[in-house]
């Protein structure tokens, strides 16, 4: 039992904006772990690249053009993942956005599509593969929060409001689903070097220092740091955790004064 504790071969993952950033650095370590991978994003060519470096690494690799605020869309995404590979065991809802604004300047419009991104994606995606995931006896999803689940940042009403939510939303899925055998967890990162909080460190100015200084391993974090927590949660390592929040923030969340 415990040489397979973390096996994943034979699964079969679709990792939701998996084209780059944490998406990739979680889909590489399912990858590493034996899992076949959907990586499912809007750019692709930019799937095109993550996939041939996962199939170097000799995993079982397709891409999906998917938009996660469609329903439509993310319905077609969960049919291709079984088209290609006749199950689907994980997924990870990773898709994200953000748009920087005060409140009071916000548009509804850019509220809405931070809404739909953020919160309704992984909603419909976890919807979409349900269905399979029963069929088969179980599997597992992954969210993504944020360190605006616990606190807050002026520039970022939409943001926050939806890494908040999403805490929740796993909640519900994992005490509607335990029933299913289908486990529900949501990961915390701390402040990763990704293309969302590059454009942010040039946005603000300090911003950089600031959570250097702030973050107890004394680094941004790097996408390759969320391969663990995948494989973890993704495993049966995992089978009896359900409906919890997980920091990965080299200690960003618990450093007081
Ligand atoms: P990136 O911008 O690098 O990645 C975001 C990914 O989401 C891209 O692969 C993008 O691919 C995809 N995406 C965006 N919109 C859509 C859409 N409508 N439909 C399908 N795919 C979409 O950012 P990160 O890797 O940093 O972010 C990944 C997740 O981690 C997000 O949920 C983010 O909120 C969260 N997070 C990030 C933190 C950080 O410090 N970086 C901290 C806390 C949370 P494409 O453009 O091809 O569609």
């Given at each position: 039992m415990t040489s397979s504790l973390f096996d994943l071969a034979g699964r079969v993952a679709v990792v939701t904006g998996g084209n780059g950033g944490i998406g990739l650095g979680m889909a590489t370590g399912l990858a590493r772990a034996g899992a076949a991978i959907v990586i499912a994003a809007r750019d692709q060519k930019k799937s095109a690249d993550a996939a041939e470096g996962l199939q170097k690494l000799?995993?079982?690799?397709?891409?999906?053009?998917?938009?996660?605020?469609?329903?439509?869309?993310?319905?077609?995404?969960?049919?291709?993942?079984?088209?290609?590979?006749?199950?689907?065991?994980?997924?990870?809802?990773?898709?994200?956005?953000?748009?920087?604004?005060?409140?009071?300047?916000?548009?509804?419009?850019?509220?809405?599509?931070?809404?739909?991104?953020?919160?309704?994606?992984?909603?419909?995606?976890?919807?979409?593969?349900?269905?399979?995931?029963?069929?088969?006896?179980?599997?597992?999803i992954i969210t993504i929060g944020s360190m605006m689940s616990i606190f807050a940042m002026p520039m970022a009403p939409a943001y926050g409001a939806t890494k908040g939510a999403v805490v929740q939303l796993t909640r519900s899925l994992a005490t509607?689903?335990?029933?299913?055998?289908?486990?529900?967890?949501?990961?915390?990162?701390?402040?990763?070097?990704?293309?969302?909080?590059?454009?942010?460190?040039?946005?603000?100015?300090?911003?950089?220092?600031?959570?250097?200084?702030?973050?107890?391993?004394?680094?941004?974090?790097?996408?390759?740091?969320?391969?663990g927590i995948a494989v973890f949660l993704a495993s049966h390592a995992s089978d009896f955790l359900t409906g919890t929040a997980i920091p990965v923030d080299g200690g960003y969340s618990v450093l007081g004064g």
């Open positions: 000799g995993a079982r690799v397709a891409t999906v053009e998917v938009d996660v605020q469609d329903q439509d869309s993310v319905r077609r995404m969960a049919q291709a993942a079984l088209d290609r590979f006749q199950r689907i065991d994980i997924l990870v809802a990773n898709a994200g956005i953000n748009i920087r604004r005060p409140p009071e300047d916000f548009a509804a419009a850019e509220w809405q599509k931070v809404l739909d991104v953020n919160l309704s994606g992984p909603f419909f995606c976890a919807q979409a593969v349900h269905p399979a995931m029963k069929a088969q006896g179980g599997g597992k509607a689903w335990a029933k299913d055998n289908i486990q529900v967890n949501c990961v915390l990162p701390g402040w990763i070097d990704t293309n969302l909080t590059r454009q942010a460190r040039k946005e603000v100015s300090g911003l950089h220092e600031r959570i250097l200084a702030r973050t107890p391993a004394g680094r941004w974090g790097d996408p390759v740091d969320f391969a």
